[in-house]
């Protein structure tokens, strides 16, 4: 049987930790493990922080600015999400926007956490993309940061929580009604 790797044992503790009530929803420290063993999982995907994805938008120098996307469900998307994303279902990807902007744009992957933006990252590098990032702690920690969301009506300052368990890691003033 093989044992688990240090940054998930670490990051099971602080998850735990959260459960208990011990750290609040939304740490910083949550975060970290969680990253931890994200990038331990998928060593060869990169990692864009929120701060580092604001600035690359705003002046890209250089770089192209990147194509944003969304890689949670439909509800999720619905209820907000980072302006300019665009959704790609994380269980059946259809690859076909991204294939239309080419293989040299640069691309940012982002979930609620990053574990399935992660692996929808790793499928777009072995699908011959040569720039593809993943937003460090997805949209939740871009949510809590205070960072700007919208859905279809306009500016939003909720997030999908996805279920119970996950919405623990979003502050509470940016996680939406379970449900909604």
């Not at 996307?69 to 926007?97: K, M, N, T, W």
Request: net charge positive; charged share 25%.
């Amino acid at each position: 049987m093989k044992r688990p790797g240090v940054p998930t044992v670490v990051s099971l503790l602080l998850l735990a930790a959260v459960l208990a009530g011990v750290l609040m929803p939304g740490s910083p420290l949550v975060f970290f493990g969680l990253k931890r063993a994200i990038a331990f999982k998928f060593p060869g995907v990169r990692q864009v922080s929120p701060g580092e994805l604001v600035a690359w938008m705003a002046d890209p120098g250089d770089r192209r600015p990147p194509l944003l996307i969304d890689a949670r469900s439909e509800a999720e998307y619905r209820v907000s999400h980072i302006e300019g994303a665009v959704r790609i279902d994380p269980v059946q990807p259809d690859l076909q926007p991204v294939a239309a902007v080419g293989h040299r744009t640069p691309v940012v992957v982002y979930s609620a956490t990053g574990v399935r933006a992660t692996a929808l990252a790793e499928a777009l590098r072995k699908e011959r993309f040569d720039e593809v990032a993943d937003l460090e702690g997805g949209i939740f920690e871009w949510a809590n940061e205070g960072r700007p969301l919208v859905n279809d009506r306009g500016p939003v300052s909720v997030v999908h929580p996805r279920d119970d368990w996950w919405g623990r890691l979003l502050k509470p003033q940016y996680r939406a009604p379970v449900g909604s």
